[in-house]
């Protein structure tokens, strides 16, 4: 990185949206030709890994608020990737399901997502990258916290 300031001097939220961004960058470059977005995989993959969720569980597995949650599930139903059903405790809910279509989609690009994780890793050791994880897992928790 070509900068005039040392990496010590700028901030680390700065420092961690650069890089978040260009693996997200990196990504949608892979599934591009999936006409799918990361936000979108990223929403697919927890619905197909565990269908029937709710949308706010779907939101708390993603990291993302609500609006952006219900935005991308539109999205996804659009495309033919998912379907809602009412919940049967609750009817002002819905669960969420894979389609078929969906399902396929996750099952080919799972090995497109895990390539940009060996990207990552490729650049450090075993432990360093199991530091950088432990220590991005201690972040979001501490700041979780603050939140609240």
Do not use: C
């Amino acid at each position: 990185m070509t900068t005039d300031h040392s990496q010590s001097e700028l901030a680390v939220g700065f420092i961690m949206g650069v890089a978040y961004r260009k693996i997200a960058a990196l990504l949608q470059h892979r599934l591009k030709s999936y006409e799918i977005t990361p936000e979108q995989w990223s929403v697919l993959n927890q619905i197909d890994r565990a269908n029937g969720l709710i949308q706010k569980e779907i939101a708390d597995r993603t990291g993302k608020d609500k609006p952006t949650t219900t935005r991308i599930i539109d999205l996804l139903e659009s495309k033919g990737l998912i379907f809602k059903q009412a919940g049967k405790q609750d009817r002002r809910s819905f669960l969420v399901y894979s389609t078929e279509r969906g399902k396929e989609i996750i099952r080919e690009t799972l090995p497109i997502e895990q390539s940009v994780t060996e990207e990552v890793k490729g650049i450090m050791s075993g432990e360093e990258y199991e530091l950088l994880m432990e220590l991005l897992q201690r972040i979001q928790i501490h700041l979780s916290d603050i939140e609240k």
